[in-house]
C-alpha cells in the first residue's frame, strides 16, 4: 500500500530543501523528491553567489555569520548551516563592449569595511546542499533521489505524485521543480503566465585568468555575429579560479561560438584568458515566464523558481521554501486540532505582498534584454559617460535603476551629442514581448 505523507516536495534545490527542513521540524511526515541520483551534485549553471547583503532582498536582509558558520535570515527568523568555504564580492561592474565600465561600488574602499562593505559572497553550492541534507537527514525526512517526477494529480483528499515506477501520497506537494517546473505547467499553472524567452548557459571553473579586478562580478554584454550574448563573470572559492558564465537569449546562436568569441576573440577579453585552463563545465536552459500569482491550486503549492519570473535567486528560493515549509505545517497543524486550515493563505498573501507587488519581474529579464535595444556602440557611449562609482548594489532588481538614474542625469549631454539614444533609450519601457519580437518568431 503506497505511504500517506502530510508533505511531499518535489525537488532538492535552495527551495526544496529549505521547504523540507522547515516542515519536518513541525513534524510533518515529509518525503522529498529529486531527480538527481546525487543531490548533492550541481549540475546546473550558477554564479554560486548569495544576492544581496547590503540591501534588503525578498524582504529579508541576508547575512552569513562567520563564526557560527550560519546563513541567517534574521527578519524570517531562520538560519542554515553552511560550513564550507566562501569569498567576497565587494562591487558590480558592467562593462560595455569597448571596454568602459559602469561600476556599483567603489570596491577598494567597501574592502576596507571587511565583511560589512561586501554586496554578496559566493559559496559553494554543492557544500551548501551537503550541509542541508545532513540536517534534512537528522530530522527524519524520508528522502528519494534518482526519483524524476512525471505527473501529479488530485484524487479526493490528497494528491498523487508518480516517478519512474513509483507512487507517492500526501495531503499537499510543494513543487520545488526549479525554472522549467513541469509541475507548474501539468497542473495548469502556466496558463495565466506570459512566457517571454528561454536563456541558454553554459559556464566553466577556469583557471589563471587575469581578471583587472577580483573580488567584483563581472556582467558583459557584447554581440556575436550582430546578436546580444553575455560573459558574467564570478568569483569562485579559489583565488586562482573565477566562474564564468556564457549565455544567450537567442536559440539561433550556439554557445561554443560565444564562449569562442569572448575567450578567444574579443579584443578586451581575450587577453585575460590567454594561458587560462578551463575546468570543470555546467548547463543550462532556462524558460522565462512572467510570475505565478497564485502559486496554490488542488493542494499543490509552487516555490522557488518554479513560480518566478526567470530566478528569483538562491537567497529568493531559500527564503520561499522555509516560508512554504511552514505555511504548509500550519495548514496541517491546524487541521489536526480540527481548526479551519489557513497556514498556506498566509505564504500567499506573503508572496503577493513580498514578491508580486514589490518587483517588476520584467526589469529582471531587462539586465538580459537591453542589448536588443541599443547597440554596442549606444553602449559604448552611454557607459562613458558615467565616470564615478554608483552605490553598490547586487540586487538584480536595483541594479539596472542605479545605471538608468545615471544616464538620466547626464540626459542633456546626450540630448546634444546623440539625441538618436534617448530614441532608442525610450524603448527601454517597451513589454518585453515587444523587445523580444525578433526571438519569440
Ligand atoms: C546561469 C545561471 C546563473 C545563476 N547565478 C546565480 C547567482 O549567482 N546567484 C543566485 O542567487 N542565483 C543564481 N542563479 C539562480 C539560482 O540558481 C536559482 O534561483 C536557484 O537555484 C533556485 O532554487 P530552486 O530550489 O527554486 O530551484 P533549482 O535550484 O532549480 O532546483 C530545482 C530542483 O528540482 C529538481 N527537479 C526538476 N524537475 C524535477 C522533476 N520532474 N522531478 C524531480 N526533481 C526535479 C532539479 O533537479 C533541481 O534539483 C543562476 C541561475 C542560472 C541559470
Not at 187 to 205: E, L, T, V
Not at 208 to 223: G, M, T, W
Not at 395 to 404: C, D, F, K, Q, T
Request: glycine share 6%; hydrophobic share 40%; proline share 4%.
Amino acid at each position: 500500500m503506497t505511504k500517506r505523507y502530510d508533505l511531499i516536495v518535489v525537488g532538492a534545490g535552495p527551495a526544496g530543501l529549505t521547504a523540507a527542513k522547515a516542515a519536518r521540524e513541525c513534524g510533518l511526515e515529509v518525503a522529498l523528491l529529486e531527480r538527481k541520483t546525487d543531490i548533492t551534485n550541481l549540475h546546473r549553471c550558477c554564479g554560486q553567489s548569495l544576492v544581496s547583503m547590503n540591501d534588503y532582498y525578498f524582504g529579508d536582509i541576508f547575512h552569513f555569520n562567520n563564526k557560527g558558520k550560519r546563513m541567517c535570515f534574521p527578519v524570517n527568523r531562520f538560519s542554515l548551516k553552511y560550513d564550507g568555504p566562501s569569498s567576497n564580492i565587494y562591487s558590480w561592474h558592467f562593462y560595455s563592449p569597448d571596454g568602459h565600465i559602469v561600476k556599483l561600488g567603489d570596491a577598494k574602499e567597501l574592502k576596507k569595511l571587511g565583511d560589512n562593505g561586501r554586496i554578496a559572497m559566493i559559496h559553494d553550492k554543492e557544500v551548501f546542499f551537503r550541509c542541508l541534507l545532513d540536517e534534512i537527514d537528522k530530522t527524519g525526512v524520508e528522502v528519494f533521489p534518482g526519483i524524476n517526477v512525471t505527473d501529479v494529480t488530485k484524487t479526493g483528499e490528497n494528491v498523487r505524485v508518480k516517478g519512474g515506477d513509483k507512487n507517492f501520497e500526501a495531503t499537499y506537494v510543494i513543487a520545488a521543480d526549479g525554472t522549467n517546473s513541469l509541475i507548474a505547467e501539468k497542473m495548469g499553472f502556466n496558463k495565466a503566465r506570459d512566457f517571454f524567452c528561454k536563456i541558454s548557459s553554459q559556464s566553466f571553473y577556469i583557471r589563471n585568468a587575469k581578471i583587472p579586478e577580483l573580488e567584483v562580478a563581472l556582467s558583459c554584454p557584447d554581440y556575436v555575429k550582430e546578436i546580444p550574448a553575455f560573459m558574467v563573470i564570478f568569483p569562485w572559492i579559489n583565488e586562482d579560479e573565477i566562474n564564468a558564465i556564457f549565455l544567450t537569449l537567442d536559440p539561433h546562436l550556439n554557445l561554443d561560438e560565444v564562449t569562442d568569441y569572448f575567450m578567444n576573440k574579443h579584443p578586451i577579453y581575450s587577453k585575460w584568458f590567454k594561458d587560462s585552463e578551463k575546468l570543470r563545465k555546467f548547463t543550462s536552459v532556462e524558460s522565462i515566464y512572467s510570475p505565478i500569482r497564485e502559486p496554490f491550486s488542488d493542494n499543490v503549492l509552487i516555490v522557488g523558481d518554479a513560480g518566478g519570473t526567470q530566478e528569483v535567486e538562491n537567497t529568493g528560493a531559500m527564503i520561499s521554501g522555509w516560508r512554504a515549509g511552514n505555511a504548509v505545517a500550519t495548514s496541517v497543524i491546524e487541521s489536526k486540532v480540527g481548526l479551519k486550515a489557513e497556514g498556506i493563505s498566509h505564504y500567499l498573501r506573503w508572496w503577493k505582498e513580498t514578491y508580486i507587488d514589490k518587483y517588476s519581474h520584467e526589469d529582471y529579464v531587462k539586465n538580459f534584454t537591453f542589448s536588443y535595444i541599443l547597440s554596442g556602440d549606444d553602449l559604448n557611449y552611454l557607459f562613458s559617460l558615467i565616470k564615478e562609482p554608483l552605490a553598490p548594489c547586487f540586487n538584480p532588481y536595483e541594479a539596472l535603476n542605479l545605471i538608468s538614474q545615471a544616464i538620466q542625469q547626464a540626459a542633456p549631454t546626450i540630448q546634444q551629442e546623440r539625441p538618436d539614444i534617448l530614441t532608442r533609450l525610450a524603448k527601454m519601457a517597451a513589454p518585453l514581448e515587444e523587445v523580444l519580437t525578433s526571438i519569440r518568431k
